[in-house]
Nanobody, 124 residues
Framework: QVQLVESGGGLVQAGGSLRLSCAAS????????MGWFRQAPGKEREFVAT????????YYADSVKGRFTISRDNAKNTVYLHMNGLKPEDTAVYAC?????????????????WGQGTQVTVSS
């Protein structure tokens, strides 16, 4: 019933920046945490970042901490991922997801709605 649509992916040079957006429709999402995940070819899907229902708490994977920032605008039903200092190893399909919980979680099992993903490619 919930649709999540990512946008903002593209090709960037190492050290560059990019902002991903995830727009939700079909149901309000202001009461649940949101997360970003990524998956590179041949690799398992990995957690990137999450933000609580009201935007007051965030949590990041060690690999992106200090470089990425997750935020949300509940009035717009949109969550963002600001990506700075991009590295070639950041290359992946990035997908946003809605959690069943209000609080932040990196655990895959709590996310039950997923976007289609957007490709981020970082050249060296």
């Amino acid at each position: 019933q919930v649709q999540l649509v990512e946008s903002g992916g593209g090709l960037v040079q190492a050290g560059g920046s990019l902002r991903l957006s995830c727009a939700a429709s079909g149901r309000t999402f202001s009461s649940v945490a949101m997360g970003w995940f990524r998956q590179a070819p041949g690799k398992e899907r990995e957690f990137v970042a999450t933000v609580s229902w009201n935007g007051d708490s965030t949590y990041y994977a060690d690999s992106v901490k200090g470089r990425f920032t997750i935020s949300r605008d509940n009035a717009k039903n949109t969550v963002y991922l600001h990506m700075n200092g991009l590295k070639p190893e950041d290359t992946a399909v990035y997908a946003c997801a809605a959690s069943q919980l209000a609080s932040t979680t990196s655990q895959f099992r709590w996310y039950n709605y997923w976007g289609q993903g957007t490709q981020v490619t970082v050249s060296s």
